[in-house]
């Protein structure tokens, strides 16, 4: 059993940055992909990004490529995305999920364990 748990969101101007982090209980977590979704109000789940459980490999949507870049310290049992450049567009509630799927990247029904989410507005 994996839960988890979302911070670092709020409020920031465009063009600014914020980190999220997604921490997780659970000795085995460094065994999981995490992956980061957004949620803005009345669209449907968008896949963010994800990285493999050690870390070595990530995959990021097209909206995001090369703003966003996700890590993880498994030490800490924590994943962060670090999100810069930050458009309106991009405020949403942000979700980390966990899965231990072996396929690359995981599609979104592939994920078992989700967060509760956070906010993230962007100020125009």
């Known amino acids: 059993q994996v839960q988890l748990v979302e911070s670092g969101g709020g409020l920031v101007q465009a063009g600014g940055s914020l980190r999220l982090s997604c921490a997780a209980s659970?000795?085995?977590?460094?065994?999981?992909?995490v992956g980061w979704f957004r949620q803005a109000p009345g669209k449907e789940r968008e896949f963010v990004g994800a990285i493999r459980w050690n870390g070595m490999y990530t995959y990021y949507a097209d909206s995001v490529k090369g703003r966003f870049a996700i890590s993880r310290d498994n030490a800490k049992n924590t994943v962060y995305l670090q999100m810069n450049s930050l458009k309106p567009e991009d405020t949403a509630v942000y979700y980390c999920?966990?899965?231990?799927?072996?396929?690359?990247?995981?599609?979104?029904?592939?994920?078992?364990?989700w967060g509760q989410g956070t906010q993230v507005t962007v100020s125009s």
């Open positions: 999920a966990a899965t231990y799927a072996s396929s690359w990247p995981p599609g979104l029904y592939e994920y078992k364990y």
């Open positions: 659970g000795r085995t977590f460094s065994s999981y992909a």
